[in-house]
């Protein structure tokens, strides 16, 4: 498959920093995913026209940290629309409702239960399936949130050795990320190289 890239060289994140012992980001270091560099590689807005978000829609943020994509996803779907945003953490939650503005607290949703069944337009999973133990059990819980015709990016590392990031063993390629996405209730329509780093997957649920 021939890939899209947008070239960066910017480094944000390490493994040994980033990740505890049982794969999950850790909440300590929250405040590395405002860190300007990540906005450079991973464009927020930017990405989220790729999936077609527009303004009246209801986009869920599975895996949401602190709104990286929530934030700017509130601003696109407007006063109509609705964000959820969904974490294990609740840290993670509280440093996601201290960002948001008065405007869009009525119109994101905060969880860490889940997301509710068929009720999403678009949704986002951005580097969380390779901290899971079950990528295709994830998969098919946020498949029942996604209305069918919906829209699913996700962002994953790419599956080559470099200095940062995940290890090779949790990384999943993009050969492996069609499969369980087949296996979950969704159709790949395309693959795009965000950076040297980083690739997003488009799906549609069917």
Same mark, same amino acid.
Request: charge should be negative; charged fraction near 25%; aromatic fraction near 8%.
């Given at each position: 498959?021939?890939?899209?890239?947008?070239?960066?060289?910017?480094?944000?994140?390490?493994?040994?920093?980033?990740?505890?012992?049982?794969?999950?980001?850790n909440p300590k270091n929250m405040s590395k995913l405002e860190h300007? &560099?990540?906005?450079? =590689?991973?464009?927020?807005?930017?990405?989220?026209?790729?999936?077609?978000?527009?303004?009246?829609? $209801?986009?869920? #943020?599975?895996?949401?940290?602190?709104?990286?994509?929530? !934030?700017?996803?509130?601003?696109?779907v407007g006063e109509t629309g609705h964000v959820y945003a969904s #974490? !294990?953490?609740?840290?993670?939650?509280?440093?996601? $409702? =201290?960002?948001? #503005?008065?405007?869009?607290? $009525?119109?994101?949703?905060?969880?860490?239960?889940?997301? &509710?069944?068929?009720?999403?337009d678009v949704a986002m999973i951005s580097t969380v399936l390779h901290?899971? #133990?079950?990528?295709?059990?994830?998969?098919?819980?946020?498949?029942?949130?996604?209305?069918?015709?919906?829209?699913?990016?996700? !962002?994953?590392?790419?599956?080559? &050795?470099?200095?940062?990031?995940?290890?090779?063993?949790?990384?999943?390629?993009? $050969?492996?990320?069609?499969?369980?996405?087949?296996?979950?209730?969704?159709?790949? =329509?395309?693959?795009?190289?965000?950076?040297?780093?980083?690739?997003?997957?488009?799906?549609?649920?069917?």
């Open positions: 498959m021939i890939l899209t890239q947008i070239e960066t060289n910017v480094i944000w994140m390490e493994e040994k920093t980033m990740h505890n012992e049982n794969k999950v980001f300007p &560099d990540r906005y450079k =590689e991973l464009p927020p807005i930017e990405i989220l026209n790729k999936l077609g978000l527009e303004e009246g829609q $209801n986009f869920g #943020d599975f895996g949401c940290g602190i709104g990286f994509f929530s !934030i700017p996803a509130a601003n696109i #974490d !294990i953490s609740q840290q993670m939650l509280d440093g996601l $409702n =201290e960002r948001l #503005d008065d405007q869009y607290k $009525n119109r994101v949703t905060l969880s860490l239960t889940g997301i &509710d069944s068929n009720i999403l901290e899971v #133990d079950s990528p295709e059990e994830f998969l098919k819980m946020a498949s029942k949130s996604v209305k069918l015709g919906g829209t699913l990016g996700v !962002i994953e590392w790419i599956k080559e &050795d470099m200095p940062h990031g995940p290890k090779m063993k949790i990384r999943i390629s993009e $050969n492996e990320m069609k499969t369980v996405l087949e296996i979950s209730g969704f159709k790949m =329509e395309k693959a795009i190289q965000l950076s040297q780093r980083f690739y997003l997957v488009i799906a549609r649920k069917v």
